[in-house]
């Protein structure tokens, strides 16, 4: 998403003072590059997904009904009965207390993919720093839980391996395994939305009508299933850091 989108430049016309001020304030990490238009496209992308996402949870929270439940609201029952029984069978026990987080991330990131099949609009998942976003707060999240669970003592001891003479060998090892799981989650997920928007725009621009559609239909199979893997392998790492042997 390297051409500013038309929804980026309202975001910069109407906020675009105010953020770049804030910025500015900060260290010069932070400064933007272009001060008169500090909000990229996939800042603004994240931005449009959120209001969508919010939106939908509106229009879902008005409409609920136990005699007769509309379509949206069978659709979000189904997709938290899904995460739940999931949790429940990978983590164990009490696992309820991550769908809230578990879901979010899901629709988040299914969102962020899905979006750039709109024309003018593009997927912030296939930019890099949006992905390794979504696989720190992953990464931070169960290590968290896992200390509040375990604690400290008792969590660190899982990265020593079962031979306490081994422990030297397996405390790198284990640190390094676990960082990985940060690019692993980061890359997967880049890699599969950038190259799936890629194809799309380049067959519609070579054969705008008719075969694009089949690959319009397999980036919205990739969309969910990237989403889906995201947040499984989110659920197996929170499994392995709340764990408590018997």
């Known amino acids: 998403m390297h051409e500013q989108l038309w929804f980026t ?5 109407v906020l675009g003072g105010p953020v770049n001020s804030f910025l500015q304030a900060l260290p010069p990490a932070f400064h933007p590059a272009n001060p008169q238009q500090p909000i990229g496209n996939s800042v603004a992308m994240e931005i449009l997904v959120v209001g969508i996402i919010l939106l939908l949870f509106v229009l879902v929270r008005s409409r609920l009904s136990v005699e007769r439940p509309g379509r949206m609201q069978h659709v979000a029952e189904m997709l938290h009965e899904m995460v739940t029984n999931q949790s429940s069978e990978i983590i164990g026990p009490h696992s309820e207390k991550f769908t809230p987080f578990l879901v ?27 992905t390794i976003g979504f696989a720190v707060v992953a990464f931070l999240y169960y290590n968290l839980h896992g200390l509040k669970t375990q604690g400290p003592v008792r969590y660190v001891k899982h990265f020593l391996g079962p031979v306490w003479w081994l422990a030297p060998l397996m405390l790198p090892i284990e640190i390094i ?8 989650l980061t890359i997967r997920l880049y890699a599969n939305i ?6 799309t725009a380049v067959f519609f621009s070579l054969i705008p009508i008719g075969v694009p ?3 319009l239909g397999l980036h919205v199979f990739v969309s969910f299933l990237q989403a889906y893997i995201f947040m499984l392998l989110t659920t197996i790492y929170l499994s392995g850091a709340v764990a408590q042997e018997h």
């Open 9 to 13: 430049a309202l975001l910069n016309k």
């Open 104 to 130: 979010s991330l899901f629709v988040f990131i299914l969102m962020g993919n899905l979006i750039g099949l709109i024309p003018t609009f593009g997927s912030p998942t296939a930019d890099t720093s949006v």
């Open 177 to 184: 395994s676990h960082l990985a799981r940060v690019m692993s």
């Open 194 to 199: 950038f190259a799936g928007d890629t194809v």
């Open 213 to 215: 559609v089949i690959f």
